[in-house]
């Protein structure tokens, strides 16, 4: 009897081992069929080959893949991968099972960044107009945005200087994205009918837009802040049980509020500026993976929530490109219609499960 | 000895013969705590405290609410900032430690209660080794057996494998002492670690609390609202009335020395002395005898008391009296009145005599009326 608590947790770890394995494959296996899937059908064996760097058949598959596919792939797995994490840290930081990676209100001040581009575009008149800009038009909206995610990110840290309590910050950082989304309203109110479209094209989300060139800096920031999450596995831990136990082990409470803060806001901040606002990943993953690996050990969920994020978010694309059609779903619908029944899903077990135990 | 000064040097001798040191855990001296606030004076809570704590002592604080507790035990633990003087743990301020270290020392048990799912009973005990393990956390095989013996100590090792959030409460606050005890602290603080339980598992987790003292030689300090609990089960008791000041004793002379009674005076209950009991104000029902001992003469005045009566025990010559008769089988209680002429009751139900009173009293209500 004394023993069976710690073969039941070898057991599971034996368990989550394996199941980790099997995201990986299935993640490296996602994001092959991804690059396969496109209006230009070519067979899974060439997108291999032109992956590991053997060359394809025909080489404008070859330049498909290399100059439009590969970089959008990426960007998906990035993206991901990006807003999952922070999802998880924000989950954990404020121990609030619906916290995402915009509870501090870094999508409302990008938002704020690329209305701020849009109306300026607009109030410069035809000089620049965003429909001419082509990629300088969207490099414009990107660093609006970036911008307008950095400046709320500098005031939430600002704030959690001040502020002694999670539970007002979160609620800061929600008053502060209404703030925003009303400037935002104002902004598009005034705006013309062109500059909304490209405004709202913004929010749909999308992986396809970024380059080689912007993946130069998508994916440092990425690592940088998935880099700095992996360091914090340990203060995640103890912030489960809260911050007053949390302190009372010795973790600088503070010190470590920042630092997830900082990874957060990276991450958010620069997968919304690239590809606009993507909801439901960052909300849906972490529970997922709760429920999918049975633990809360971020040791654990940290590596599984970047692989299955990654994973939904590659998904997410491929059905969003609707594949035997020419049609293009939304993004950001797609992955709330996936993300929601899932959620749904998780939450009617757990139910369950407490009913009946 | 209520000023608490001389606390430290008397601190007990440790059961079982062998010899600890006594010198204190921990030791406030001329501690003032409260709230420090922005352009307006500091809010005192309570001043000139001089407190300890020895090794495998088990010590209350008790005191209405609001005196201070929560504020004297945050500053206690070096969450809080102290007005004046300083805390010292083995004769080093708190306020001065490095937090990894404060915790190597000191655990607490707080009130909130654990929300997080997926977490088992055995990685919540494993998060107390938070101050011993390296940057990821990972449990060396010698955390690894720390965390086991927590487990056994306060017999929890069966629901290791366990989710947290499955747990009843009496099994919850044993996980939570568990993993407080996986800190190996010198000094464990738990705040109303009573507070959500029932009746045995009270008696239960002050029993728990109380063995793990003695074995692990680390001091307990707890605040609670228990105070029959407390004043059966602690070494000593810190008696924090509103206002202050401190009182420090070994829990019988607080009681005799009254200042239990003077702690809780204004609460609308009184100290009885006599039973080691909390007693609801407002005697309004007029003296009755009570003539008889042992279990059920006790449970007759509590009856008594809650329907008003001042009883007077051993008195027979007043105009009411309650005989407990030890005569027949079953045990009964008789109801005599008018200097034990008349006998109105005589039943083996304490709720029928209390029915015979209240239609004595309405028959002579009625009858003064006329």
């Known amino acids: 009897m004394a023993s069976t608590g710690h073969d039941e947790s070898r057991l599971r770890k034996g368990h989550r081992d394996a199941l980790g394995v099997g995201v990986l494959v299935l ?56 807003l999952a994490v922070s999802g998880l840290q924000m989950q954990t930081l404020f121990r609030n099972p619906l916290a995402d990676p915009y509870v501090l209100g870094i999508n409302a001040g990008a938002s704020l960044g690329v209305a701020l581009v849009v109306l300026a575009s607009g109030v410069l008149g035809q000089v620049v107009s965003l429909a001419n800009l082509g990629t300088t038009g969207d490099l414009s909206i990107a660093l609006g945005a970036s911008l307008g995610a950095a400046a709320v990110f500098l005031i939430v840290v600002a704030v959690s200087r001040k502020v002694s309590g999670n539970m007002t910050l979160l609620i800061l950082g929600l008053m502060f994205g209404y703030v925003t989304s009303s400037a935002v309203t104002i902004l598009l109110h ?26 130069r800096v998508l994916a440092p920031v990425v690592l940088a802040g998935l880099a700095l999450c992996f360091s914090y596995v340990k203060p995640l831990n103890a912030l489960l049980l809260g911050e007053a136990y949390a302190g009372s082990m010795g973790l600088n409470v503070r010190r470590a509020r920042l630092g997830l803060i900082g990874s957060t806001s990276l991450l958010a901040g620069v997968v919304t500026a690239f590809c606009g606002p993507i909801g439901f990943l960052g909300i849906a ?38 594949p035997g059609s020419d049609a293009i779903l939304p993004l950001n619908a797609v992955t709330s219609l996936l993300g929601a029944p899932v959620v749904i899903w998780i939450v009617l077990r757990q139910r369950g499960a407490g009913v009946s135990a | 000895m209520t000023g608490g000064d001389r606390a ?19 030791r406030a001296a001329g501690l003032g705590i409260g709230y420090r606030r922005s352009r307006r004076p500091a809010k005192v809570v309570a001043e000139g405290l001089n407190v300890g704590v ?41 306020h001065r430690m490095a937090a990894r270290e404060l915790a190597q020392q000191v655990s607490v048990v707080l009130t909130e209660r654990m929300a997080a799912t997926a977490l088992s009973v055995h990685a919540l005990v494993a998060l107390g080794r938070f101050p011993y393990t390296g940057w990821s956390g990972r449990l060396r095989s010698e955390d690894e057996a720390v965390v086991r013996w927590a487990l056994g100590a306060v017999g929890a090792l069966d629901l290791a494998g366990r989710d947290v959030s499955e747990l009843s409460d009496g099994e919850q606050q044993k996980v939570m002492i568990a993993r407080a005890l996986a800190q190996e602290p010198r000094l ?45 089960t602690a070494d000593r008791i810190w008696l924090l009335p509103a206002g202050g000041p401190l009182q420090d004793g070994v829990p019988e002379d607080l009681v005799l020395s009254d200042a239990f009674e003077r702690t809780f005076a204004n609460e609308g209950v009184s100290f009885d002395k006599t039973s080691g009991a909390f007693r609801v104000h407002g005697a309004t029902g007029g ?56 006998q109105v009751y005589d039943g083996s139900t304490l709720e029928g005599l209390v029915a015979c009173l209240a239609a004595l009293e309405q028959e002579m209500k009625t009858s003064a009326d006329r």
């Open chain 2, 188 to 232: 464990m603080v738990l705040d109303e670690p009573t507070a959500f339980l029932d009746l045995p598992r009270r008696v239960e987790l002050m029993h728990l609390l109380r063995r793990l003292a003695r074995d692990t030689g680390a001091s307990f300090l707890l605040s609670t609202h228990d105070l029959d609990l407390a004043l059966r």
């Open chain 1, 190 to 215: 005034f705006a013309v009918r062109e500059h909304i479209q490209a405004f709202v094209v913004w929010t749909f989300g999308s992986f396809s837009g970024v380059t080689w060139g912007q993946l």
């Open chain 1, 27 to 82: 993640l490296l296996g996602l994001f092959c069929v991804h690059v396969a899937v496109g209006s230009v059908y070519i067979p899974l064996r060439d997108v291999v080959r032109v992956l590991t760097g053997q060359g394809a058949d025909k080489e404008a598959w070859e330049t498909i893949i290399l100059m439009f596919r590969l970089p959008r792939a990426l960007t998906a797995v990035l993206a991901g991968a990006a």
């Open chain 2, 287 to 342: 003296p009755i005898g009570l003539i008889g001992g042992g279990v059920h003469a006790f449970w007759a005045q509590r009856a008594l008391e809650r329907e008003g009566y001042r009883v007077l025990v051993g008195a027979d010559d007043l105009a009411m009296s309650v005989t407990v008769t030890a005569d027949g089988d079953p045990f009964g209680w008789r109801l005599m009145v008018g200097d034990g002429v008349s």
């Open chain 1, 285 to 322: 993953v972490p529970h997922l993976c709760r429920s999918l690996f049975a633990t809360s050990d971020h040791r654990v969920l940290v590596p599984a929530v970047t692989m299955v994020g990654a994973s939904l978010a590659l998904v997410a694309d491929l059905v969003a490109q609707l």
């Open chain 2, 54 to 94: 020895a090794p495998a002592q088990f010590v209350c604080l008790v005191g209405p609410n609001g005196a201070g507790k929560s504020t004297l035990i945050r500053t206690l633990t070096g969450v809080q900032v102290p007005l004046a003087g300083k805390v010292f743990l083995n004769g080093r301020d708190v």
């Open chain 2, 8 to 26: 430290l040097e008397t601190a007990l001798p440790s059961p079982g013969g062998e010899s600890r040191a006594t010198a204190p855990i921990l």
